[in-house]
């Protein structure tokens, strides 16, 4: 099997979603947390490396260092879950995205003002314009779980029309 | 009295406080927290803070449904408070022996040694009560 490298949006980071479905369904060896508040926090990263199980490699970058490090990860050739807490996080790595890494937004969270997606996605306007423009190039799933069917958003611009 | 604070997946963690209070009756000093799909992780690390800083006199037990999951990761972040404990997993027979043993500990770590320890030998095989 060709090994996969997804690139998920899940404000939850790894939790039963993760770990029970995309972990176990890709066999995934490797997790990443791309996230400048992850890395600065001891208590966060040793929460996180406690739950993944054992045959994970399990590591932290800031934004900055993964982009500079991608390369590296890319030619590494293991199937590895690369999460972002943000739709902005995402976008600003968007320099290393291309045609064979997989897209997914799982989870992020209801706020005031956020349009329900699904019933684990709920964006505002700004994170639907950088979707938007991710989306003129890749193909981007909205699902929480990888066996289930991507909503399909065929008007998503609609939804920032007044 | 140790408070508890049950926080789980969905409405689990009512529904427990709910049976359990079925069957031994009214509990004082215990809360509740869901996390649904939309709920927002730091709204709720909020509430939780809250509770937990409600307990700070008498201590308090979080208990969450699966280790590994966003309740339990959430509570986790209180591991090395002194008048906070943590377990993971509960079930009927764990809550309902910590609400009857809150008045014979003096403190959240005592309390949640004896959850945990109830927790894992309320779970019986039916085969092996056959073959004894």
């Not at chain 2, 079925?22 to 992780?41: E, R």
């Not at chain 2, 449904?65 to 986790?76: Q, R, V, Y």
Request: aromatic letters at 8%; one cysteine or more.
């Amino acid at each position: 099997m060709n090994r996969k490298l997804i690139f998920r949006v899940d404000d939850r980071l790894i939790h039963g979603q993760v770990i029970e479905g995309w972990i176990k369904y890709f066999k995934i060896k490797e997790v990443i947390i791309v996230s400048d508040r992850v890395y600065n926090d001891d208590l966060q990263r040793m929460i996180y490396s406690s739950i993944l199980p054992e045959h994970c490699i399990l590591q932290f970058y800031t934004i900055k260092d993964f982009i500079h490090n991608f390369t590296e990860i890319y030619s590494a050739k293991r199937s590895t879950l690369i999460l972002f807490e943000s739709i902005e996080d995402l976008y600003n790595v968007r320099e290393v995205l291309s045609d064979d890494i997989t897209i997914n937004v799982g989870c992020v969270a209801s706020r005031e003002h956020k349009i329900e997606i699904t019933d684990t996605v709920f964006l505002d306007k700004s994170e639907v314009v950088m979707l938007c423009k991710l989306r003129e190039k890749y193909e981007i799933q909205i699902k929480k779980l990888p066996w289930e069917t991507a909503v399909e958003i065929k008007n998503f611009l609609s939804l920032i029309e007044e | 009295m140790v408070g508890i604070i049950l926080l789980t997946h969905g409405s689990l963690g009512m529904e427990l406080l709910k049976t359990s209070e079925m069957i031994i009756g009214k509990q004082n000093n215990v809360d509740f927290l869901s996390v649904q799909s939309g709920t927002s992780l730091n709204d709720l690390a909020g509430d939780l803070d809250n509770l937990v800083n409600k307990y700070k006199k008498d201590g308090v037990l979080i208990l969450t449904d699966m280790f590994g999951g966003s309740p339990s990761n959430i509570a986790m972040a209180y591991f090395d408070k002194e008048h906070v404990d943590i377990v993971t997993g509960v079930n009927l027979p764990m809550l309902i022996k910590t609400f009857s043993m809150r008045n014979d500990v003096d403190n959240a770590q005592n309390l949640g040694r004896i959850a945990s320890q109830t927790g894992k030998e309320s779970i019986i095989l039916a085969g092996d009560l056959m073959n004894k």
